[in-house]
């Protein structure tokens, strides 16, 4: 089980958490993918004269380039608006009932205590099964008091429904055109500032949501998960990296995915065992008595040239002795945060730790690394500095578990783990 599991579980049984439905939820209903749509469209089309587009839509589809697969549908096939007419009709020729609830995740949904639903998905299926009093609307037709975004029990569709095929978007014009619509993203920005979202039903290779986030990062600040079958580590590194996402893993051998995303589902819908809430409680106030182990000896002999704070080390060309010593204060503050979290922690104190060690070296890259221009200087400069550095009225929080000297080098290396904003210079990676 993921070491977010149990921040997830605390998140949810506190009414912070909102579910962003994917497509693949609707698998069990045979409602087609994205790619599938695209691809039923080809084989209906691109006939006669036009093979030739097939195979180059195949092409795109095969790197999942939906909207260079798109964009050749519109140039030599089909308008816009025959293109979301038409999907319209595909989903509901495709679409099947499902009689037997295990065999998908929407019932698992409706009997938990979610308010708002956001959905990429055209199709009103988690509709259906919520049976909310209130109608799905589009989150860009929202004209209402915002305060009862909340408060009422609703379905968001982000990108348009089939009960009007003209809002479907599709294209990546109409993508663009949504999202740069200055409402929409102070909507979007509303949501996810107020709330964390819980992605389900989402693939790595999803263009839509890869977009989204990227391109919208400051909407997506702050601590959001996915949940993903048997992801590789590189994976789970780019989406806590590069899209800000904690992944909850789960895995289909022997197994489905409705199975094992009802067991994560069943588990943070529990209420948090005792022991849990009295860790949680004495790191609100009361005295710890439990003490954190930390890095041993053999931790510290990690290889971690695969490392993503390793390789930025390296393109700097720092020393290695200097990036062997970054490595163990790497490995030190990385125990330090799992032993925090299995004591109970939360997530947010050890972010705002980690948001105090931001500020230190973006003031020493204003004042060292922008004056003199010498990566491995900076880079002593700013373990120096995170030696001793005062968390402020976070130190009562961390009470008897303070991080030590090395721990807090070594938190810089954990953002820069992490984070795009953290460099020894101004090389970046190809």
């Not at 099947?96 to 698992?108: I, K, M």
């Not at 998905?121 to 989150?139: G, R, S, T, V």
């Not at 390296?314 to 020393?319: P, R, S, V, Y």
């Not at 890259?365 to 003199?372: P, R, V």
């Amino acid at each position: 089980m993921s070491r977010y599991l149990e921040d997830l579980q605390k998140d949810y049984q506190e009414g912070n958490l909102i579910p962003f439905i994917g497509a693949g939820l609707s698998i069990p209903f045979e409602v087609p993918s994205w790619g599938k749509l695209i691809e039923s469209l080809t084989e209906r089309y691109a006939i006669g004269d036009f093979e030739w587009v097939k195979k180059a839509i195949e092409t795109d589809l095969n790197n999942h380039d939906y909207w260079g697969a798109i964009d050749m549908l519109k140039k030599y096939l089909l308008e816009e608006e025959d293109i979301q007419e038409k999907i319209v009709e595909l989903i509901l020729e495709k679409q099947v009932d499902v009689e037997d609830d295990s065999e998908h995740n929407y019932r698992d949904l409706s009997e938990m205590d979610f308010n708002l639903f956001l959905t990429t998905n055209y199709e009103n299926i988690l509709q259906k099964y919520l049976a909310f009093d209130l109608q799905p609307i589009l989150l860009r037709d929202i004209n209402f008091n915002t305060q009862n975004l909340f408060s009422q029990k609703r379905v968001c569709q982000l990108h348009g429904t089939i009960s009007n095929s003209g809002s479907i978007v599709i294209s990546k014009e109409s993508y663009e055109e949504l999202y740069n619509d200055k409402k929409y993203d102070d909507l979007l920005k509303l949501v996810t500032g107020n709330k964390k979202l819980i992605f389900l039903g989402f693939s790595f290779d999803d263009q839509f949501i890869r977009t989204l986030i990227e391109q919208h990062k400051d909407s997506f600040k702050g601590v959001h998960y996915i949940l993903l079958d048997n992801p590789d580590e590189p994976t789970t590194r780019e989406l806590r990296s590069k899209f800000g996402l904690r992944t909850i893993p789960y895995n289909t051998e022997g197994s489905t995915h409705s199975n094992e995303i009802r067991k994560i589902l069943h588990h943070i819908s529990q209420p948090l065992k005792k022991k849990n809430k009295e860790k949680l409680d004495d790191n609100r106030g009361s005295t710890n008595t439990s003490l954190v182990i930390g890095a041993g000896l053999k931790s510290l002999k990690k290889d971690l040239e695969g490392n993503l704070f390793y390789r930025k080390l390296k393109l700097e060309n720092i020393n290695p002795s200097l990036i062997r010593l970054s490595s163990v204060f790497y490995v030190a503050a990385d125990e330090y945060i799992k032993d925090m979290n299995k004591l109970g922690m939360p997530i947010d104190v050890i972010d705002l730790i980690l948001g105090q060690v931001f500020i230190e070296y973006m003031d020493k890259y204003a004042n060292t690394f922008e004056e003199h221009g010498d990566s491995e200087e900076f880079l002593k400069v700013v373990h120096k500095s995170l030696e001793d550095i005062d968390f402020g009225r976070y130190d009562e929080i961390l009470r008897k578990n303070k991080s030590n000297k090395s721990e807090n080098r070594g938190f810089v290396h954990i953002l820069a783990d992490n984070e795009e904003d953290v460099w020894w210079g101004r090389e970046r990676f190809k």
